[in-house]
């Protein structure tokens, strides 16, 4: 059967007549709108402006959000499930407040956190709530793991988990940063290997004026913070919104609605693939590309390219760029895309340039190392913006996105009509190894 709910978070409103109420209230007018209704919506932190040393004001905000802003939403048919936020919990007095304020929340949490940390059983769902801010850790970007692991433990009969918190777990748009951007570095690797022995579906975060999503190990992280807080970033690529989700047997879908109610992303995930000894080889030198024109981000039939990728490496290198793959039309003397090797390290790297005589931006991937021999995937999939330039080492394995600092990606490219394997469009930039080899499977 699965289940389908609305993410959308970060509306940092509770102020009578403030800009956030305004705004807020757009999001809230499109969810109410929605049919069939959610059966139920996950609010992952900074509800209300807060920030605050005030006791009094920050209950006020509370209320205002709660009896005021939210008024609209029937709890009792529509659960609301609540996270904490870096505007909400910043202190041992907010954390006290937030679980005053949303007493409907478990008392399930973790040692010192009730009604702070939490989870929720609805039939094969599980929804993990954790504390990414715990004062009696250390504050902001410190979070509990043994709660969680013992939490998804005692529930691995659930088909289907959500960990959700407030803190991406992986730098999103760029916006990097211990414990402000991110959760703590000396947390991450057992954070997500938590998530990936356990069998979680994706992490669901806010935080991040973005929506973004990447994937590692297999996991999703999905960052949304658009339901009102103004002042947007970068604004030529982020807007307001809110996410219907629906998870099943067949994975994860999505469709993030703007503000007026538009289509802007969607995606169906996990992608299934054939095996890598069906995808078509590619000659060495300049052949004509297996897809062209552009594929928007809301499309319902995104373009995926998947390249299988294998060879030696040099036995020496001084660091200059190598072409595996280069893409460009005739008589166009940019290169959009280009994947090939850079760095002592012989480092994996993806270049893509949308708009000639602006910088590129980078993807980078595995370091290969010198006089190694190499095997390994690409995929690019055009609805999942940066974090849809992935890699993996074999058709069973995972994909994890590429480290990228960019909020775009392969939504805006048109992609060129010529395709160059082993050496780019002047000839100027070759692959030094020996027995480079590369297959392709395009589907759009």
Not at 13 to 29: F, M, Q, Y
Not at 205 to 225: N, R, V, W, Y
Not at 352 to 376: C, N, T, V
């Amino acid at each position: 059967m699965g289940h389908q709910f609305i993410l959308y978070g970060d509306s940092c409103s509770g102020v009578p007549k403030a800009l956030h109420e305004k705004t807020h209230a757009k999001i809230n007018n499109i969810i109410k709108t929605l049919s069939p209704p959610p059966e139920f919506i996950i609010f992952p932190g900074d509800e209300v402006i807060g920030l605050t040393t005030d006791e009094t004001a920050l209950r006020q905000q509370w209320q205002y959000w709660l009896n005021h802003e939210m008024a609209w939403l029937d709890q009792t048919a529509i659960p609301l499930y609540n996270c904490t936020g870096n505007h909400t919990t910043y202190s041992p007095m907010s954390e006290r407040i937030f679980a005053e304020m949303l007493s409907h929340l478990p008392r399930n949490g973790a040692p010192n956190q009730s009604g702070l940390s939490y989870f929720i059983r609805r039939g094969d769902l599980l929804l993990v709530f954790v504390h990414t801010l715990c004062s009696h850790l250390g504050g902001e970007g410190h979070v509990e793991t043994q709660w969680l692991d013992e939490t998804l433990k005692q529930n691995s009969d659930a088909k289907y988990k959500l960990v959700i918190g407030h803190h991406p777990v992986f730098p999103v748009n760029g916006y990097e940063g211990n414990y402000q951007r991110t959760i703590g570095a000396e947390y991450t690797q057992k954070f997500w290997s938590i998530l990936k022995q356990q069998g979680v579906m994706a992490y669901l975060c806010s935080h991040i004026l973005a929506f973004d999503t990447q994937i590692h190990d297999g996991i999703l992280q999905i960052t949304t913070a658009g339901a009102g807080t103004a002042h947007r970033m970068p604004e030529e690529v982020e807007y307001l919104h809110a996410v219907k989700m629906a998870i099943d047997e067949k994975g994860i879908q999505y469709q993030v609605l703007d503000d007026e109610g538009t289509l802007r992303e969607r995606l169906v995930w996990p992608i299934n693939l054939p095996s890598s000894q069906q995808w078509q080889p590619l000659n060495q030198g300049q052949q004509v590309a297996p897809l062209t024109g552009t594929f928007a981000a809301d499309k319902a039939d995104p373009a995926i390219v998947s390249l299988r990728i294998s060879g030696k490496t040099a036995k020496s290198s001084t660091g200059q760029r190598q072409t595996i793959l280069a893409a460009f039309s005739d008589g166009d003397s940019s290169t959009p895309l280009w994947i090939g090797l850079s760095g002592k390290a012989q480092q994996v790297t993806i270049m893509l340039q949308i708009q000639a005589g602006r910088s590129p931006h980078y993807w980078f991937g595995p370091e290969l190392g010198l006089d190694a021999k190499f095997d390994i995937q690409l995929l690019m999939h055009t609805g999942l913006a940066a974090g849809g330039i992935m890699s993996r080492t074999a058709d069973d394995a995972p994909w994890t996105s590429l480290i990228s600092r960019s909020a775009t990606g392969l939504e805006k490219l048109n992609w060129p009509k010529i395709w160059s394997v082993g050496n780019d469009a002047s000839d100027d930039l070759p692959f030094l190894g020996i027995d480079l080899a590369v297959k392709s499977i395009c589907k759009f």
